[in-house]
């Protein structure tokens, strides 16, 4: 397994100085290697980690995907899980994922000029490929959350080739889009003060600003899409997202139909353009 030290290292003694949060993070656990934060944290969240408690790994031996996928997480990644505890119903969890992603996406342009975008329903995409993905696992009964565990893996500074063919042609890191290193410590750090304040925003005032921000980084609204959610598969036109964060699709002419779930495939013959701002890598 490949230690990561010195001037790139997570542990804590180098975030914590630089880290400008008041809840997220603030109680960090840091491993060199572990199968899944997802799964590490949900042990600490059944023992009463407070709100806010992040594990970081810098490599996972049997990370998760969505849809049951492995997620293949080698060192100079970030991995890492952040536990929540909103007072919330299930139904609203999806809505604390799209969060997560606006987060990452503003963090992404903003500090290192990345044109990331979002494909519903929270895929983080660079020019078609995927370099971000979240995972959200909650425990709760049927009208009440007990936690959430939101798992976000970013393909930072390891090289494309390490991504098994499989992937290569659809996803890559941000060390590629760079053409070098990101500063992984600055990354993280801005991403948890960006996901901090876009939460509490939201448990006072509501979601519409994240929804509105999430239509602004989004990839998805007015392409042609394939869409496999449970057992169906469907064509059409992505139209919007509801208050909820579900897709609607126009699925036949004036049929729209409304996805709670799925896997978004963004078919071809439509040129991407690169989002209008102050500070994007033209890559
Ligand atoms: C996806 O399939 O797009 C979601 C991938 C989520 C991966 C992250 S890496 C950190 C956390 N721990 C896991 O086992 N999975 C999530």
Known sequence: MAQIEGGDSLDPGMLMPILKTSAFGVEYHYEQETASTNAALRTLADNGA??????????????????????????????????????????????????AAVALTETLRREEGIAAAIKWPNDLLWQEKKI????????????????????????????????????????????????????????LASFLHAWEKHYYFALREGYAKALHLWRSYNMTL????????????????????????????ETAPGRRETFLAGEVTLQKGWQYESPKGDCIHDG
């Open 50 to 99: 407070p709100e806010g408690t992040l594990v970081l790994a810098e490599s996972q031996s049997g990370g998760r995907g969505r849809r049951g996928r492995s997620w293949i997480s080698p060192a100079g990644g970030i991995w890492l899980s952040l536990l929540l505890r909103p007072a919330l119903s299930p139904p609203q969890a999806p809505l604390q994922t799209l969060l």
């Open 132 to 187: 971000a993905g979240i995972l959200t696992e909650m425990k709760g009964t049927m009208g009440h959350l007990d936690y959430l565990i939101v798992g976000v893996g970013i393909n930072a500074n390891f090289p494309a080739a390490c991504l098994p063919d499989s992937l290569r042609d659809n996803a890559t890191t941000l060390r590629e889009i760079l053409h070098g290193p990101v500063d992984r410590r600055r990354l």
């Open 222 to 249: 007015g392409r042609d899409v394939r869409l496999q959610s449970g057992e169906r598969q469907v064509t059409g036109r992505a139209l919007d997202i509801d208050d909820e964060g579900r897709l609607i699709v």
